[in-house]
């Protein structure tokens, strides 16, 4: 591999500025949401004390988990010695950072009471899942910082390995610790279940590496970059192969619920009659978010189209973000089973499927976090040599043969 | 002297001895009882309150414990405060439920609310520790320390917690509710710090219809431990092994 050089870019094309303002005017939409429902409370959200968690919450899981994920390009560089994709790595991380702080946004601001950070961040609970995962993401955003120093200074270069070991695992326990906000709740029959950390993992592989697709072709076909067919090639099949382990994860996990009777309930609701929740499994996360994916990763009439791997990887964020909403939203619908066998009425809807309407503001909310992780990559990059200023097939393989 | 000798002064003397601890026992327990917690002192784990409800008492359509909650704790009916929060973001601190078996068609009533479980799901899961069970097993919020996640309301597997959606007026002084925090049945723990029992229970024993009893799970001579140990009770979602504060009988 010759030596590569990196480049910030240059970040004065009108393109460039737009692609800002437009980032930037999502952003100050979620702003604008947040003040709109810490000024008046929650009330003015499709929130209630029957689906607690909205759509907020699906955005910033999602980037929680995708932020995980969109470090697999550096991680396979520093831990299983890919020299191939050691030139893409400080993008990943610092897209990992972007996507983290942006979910986190999200998170913090959806709180009851958000001027109280402080309280969260001072005082744990060290039974609390939740509070393990505020370490774990702090810790995150720490070692991956320090992975991102040492890969862009030269003088720290050799420590960069031990690094990139370090936020490896601290990833893989970070996701295991989102997964388990929802696989240690033994009141709800959709979660309750082990698999959920490992298949959060597996997620995370796919929804963080789609966008890293995405961000990289875009960054070098508007930048005018090279980016060759060796390491376009591994993007492609990496994606294909993760795709793979999520459809597996999520087999079995409804394997698992279907098999016990008592869970047949809820498996139901999901997969047949629950209305919106059934659309979104089936259209959204199985054949939107799996299926399609698969066939224009894996069908050889695509091999070589960008635009196919490009629109895999937005298939896949949908279906990962449908994803999500069947299972926050879905698993909070389906009411608890307290009396097996008894039909439960009460004036605080017991024993009926719960409503959920997002509303605007939440929506802006979800959205200008997931701008505000894009607007914070696209200034990186202008800010700091990220990506290589060429990495076509003669710069990185050393057996081509051009 | 022989063991059998030994024995038999043993046991006579610890017959003596158990008399004894007999004649001084009640006046003890009339020193308890008349001595009110001081407001400085801690919750003490030699009490455990619950409640005991007998379902075949309580009647459909009856909502007494519900409106003497709401009056003593100043949340829902027809003055809430809650004034632009729809129906399903009120909060409920109790509420009654109606039960239909699904192949007999028995209908069946019960008020629900938090079960002050000994090992509170809502507890365990709280970032900050705001979600906190007292000494005597009853379980709070502190108000103060809440941000408002909400990850109790999806660990409870009672759903006995609401999240105040809106700035709120005219609260009572000592059941302070707080817009963006979590709450909950407190026991009425304003009242049973003096001595007192939960409005609810008092309410439904006031009217006559005497479904629902309050008192220390762990005194053996409560009317609550004696019910208990002569009828039984069931917990609601036994399967978690929570072992709720809250029992029911005839469910």
Known sequence: MKTLTYKMIDGNSSGYLALLAILGLFVLAGATAFFYMEHNGHWVTGMSNQVVWGIPHVFAVFLIVSASGALNVASISSVFNRKIYKPLAPLSAVLALTLLLGGLTILVLDLGRPDRLIVAMTKYNFKSIFAWNMILYNGFLAIVGVYVWFMLERKMNKFSRYAGFAAFFWRLILTTGTGAIFGFLVARDAYDVAIMAPMFIIMSFAYGLAIFNIVTIAIYSWTDRQLGDVIFERLRTLLGVFIGAVFYFVTVYHLTKLYATKHHGVENFILVDGGIYTTLFWLGQVIIGLLIPAILVFHPAFAKSRKALVSASVLVIAGGLSQMYVTIIGGQAYPLEMFPGKIIESSFFDGGIKAYTPSLPELALGLGGFALSLLMIALAIKVLRLIPDNLSDAEIDPHHKA | ?251
């Open chain 2, 1 to 251: 002297m022989s063991h059998q000798e030994t024995d038999i002064s043993r046991r006579q003397f610890l017959g003596k001895a158990a008399a004894a601890g007999l004649m001084i026992a009640p006046g003890v327990m009339l020193y308890k009882v008349a001595q009110a917690r001081a407001p400085e002192m801690p919750a003490s784990s030699s009490n455990r309150w619950g409640m005991l409800i007998d379902t075949s008492k309580c009647a459909t359509g009856c909502s007494d414990c519900v409106t003497a909650c709401q009056t003593e704790n100043g949340w829902g009916g027809e003055n809430s405060n809650e004034v632009h929060s729809a129906p399903t973001q009120q909060a409920h601190w109790i509420r009654k439920v109606k039960l239909t078996d699904k192949q007999t068609g028995h209908v069946q009533s019960l008020p629900l609310m938090c079960q002050h479980c000994e090992n509170p799901p809502c507890v365990d899961v709280c970032p900050t520790g705001a979600s906190m069970k007292r000494a005597d097993g009853i379980v709070l919020v502190d108000k103060h320390i809440c941000i408002g996640c909400r990850y109790c309301m999806m660990a409870c597997p009672y759903k006995a917690r609401s999240f105040i959606h809106e700035e709120l007026h005219n609260q009572i002084p000592y059941a302070p509710r707080g817009k963006g925090t979590v709450e909950s049945c407190t026991m009425c723990v304003q009242r049973v710090d003096n001595n007192g029992t939960p409005a609810c229970v008092e309410a439904c024993n006031s009217e006559g219809h005497k479904a629902m009893y309050f008192g220390d799970l762990n005194d053996p001579s409560s009317d609550i431990s004696k019910r208990l140990k002569e009828y039984g009770a069931t917990e609601i979602r036994a399967d978690l092994e929570l072992n709720t504060g809250v029992r029911y009988q005839g469910i």
